[in-house]
């Protein structure tokens, strides 16, 4: 059984809080310092008290997940297209690319980001911590969720790799329709 020290050591470990604390010049760059302690030792949850670092941090990974939105998407509609309008190719081929570079900027860009492993929260009733609301002031923090993106991933680069193949079998539909 667990003490009470030992249970809140446990919840320490899942939970990182960023205090909005200016203590020096330098405040802003120890926020993102600790924030960047909090992603790299995969805490649970991270609550984040300064509001212009919780912005950043949203927009952040509004941007991956768009991008991750935008690659499964254009790919879905390229292997729809593909089939369906086969005698077309431009717009499978105009889908196929748009789901590739989106995958490839997602790939150099967020993939080995720690920030990507997180979701924003914004329903505190589904905070996997809710005794930790009762510790912060006033201030509406931002609260990301860790969460595992492999499947994400995979599911991305999966749609991705087969609307390319179906664009390049529509490219060379067009390439023997223009030669014939």
């Given amino acids: 059984m667990l003490s009470e ?3 809140r050591n446990e919840i320490t470990k899942k939970v990182a809080i960023i205090r909005e604390v200016y203590d020096g010049e330098n405040a802003h760059e120890n926020f993102e310092y600790e924030l960047e302690k909090a992603l790299e030792s995969e805490c649970q949850l991270i609550v984040i008290e300064p509001s212009k670092l919780g912005d950043e941090t949203s927009r952040w990974i509004s941007v991956g997940n768009c991008l991750h939105k935008t690659s499964a998407l254009s790919g879905i509609l390229s292997i729809i297209t593909g089939f369906i309008w086969n005698d077309r190719p431009y717009v499978c081929c105009s889908f196929g690319f748009s789901a590739a570079i989106a995958c490839g900027l997602y790939t150099v860009s967020w993939q080995f980001d720690p920030c990507c492993q997180y979701q924003v929260e914004t329903d505190t009733s589904k905070l996997p911590h809710v005794e930790v609301l009762a510790v912060l002031g006033p ?3 931002t609260f990301l969720v860790r969460k595992d993106d ?6 991305h ?6 609307a390319m ?16």
């Fill in 5 to 7: 020290s030992d249970k």
């Fill in 139 to 141: 201030s509406s923090p």
């Fill in 150 to 155: 492999t499947r994400r991933r995979i599911l």
């Fill in 157 to 162: 680069t999966t749609i991705t790799a087969l």
């Fill in 165 to 180: 193949s179906i664009t390049r079998f529509s490219m060379g539909v067009l390439k023997s329709h223009e030669a014939g």
